[in-house]
Nanobody
């Protein structure tokens, strides 16, 4: 089992910045994928950013140039630096981890989410 704990959400004005963090504990495989997803009210959950254990990184087009996903100094942590925030970035942000391998081939885990609100 893996536990994911997010932190860093809050209220920020348009144009501001926030930094989200996600700490994974438990049985984290060396081969894994970690992601940030978000879900705004009335919308489907949207993939925001991905980082693999090989440090391959991808972003949804709407956040390119504004958001940066990175690995934290602590083992099995990731960060999402969000700059130039817009009201449309308002959502609950979820950390996700997929362990690759093992008997099932892939095990997926989700954090409980952290609210990001961009408003003046």
């Amino acid at each position: 089992q893996v536990q994911l704990v997010e932190s860093g959400g809050g209220l920020v004005q348009p144009g501001g910045s926030l930094r989200l963090s996600c700490a994974a504990s438990g049985s984290v495989f060396s081969d894994n994928v970690m992601r940030w997803w978000r879900q705004a009210p009335g919308n489907e959950r949207e993939l925001v950013a991905t980082i693999t254990s090989g440090d391959s990184i991808n972003y949804v087009d709407s956040v390119k140039g504004r958001f940066t996903i990175s690995r934290g100094n602590a083992k099995n942590t990731i960060n999402l630096q969000m700059n130039s925030l817009k009201p449309e970035d308002t959502a609950v942000y979820y950390c996700y981890l997929a362990n690759i391998g093992g008997t099932s081939g892939r095990e997926e885990y989700w954090g409980q989410g952290t609210q990001v609100t961009v408003s003046s």
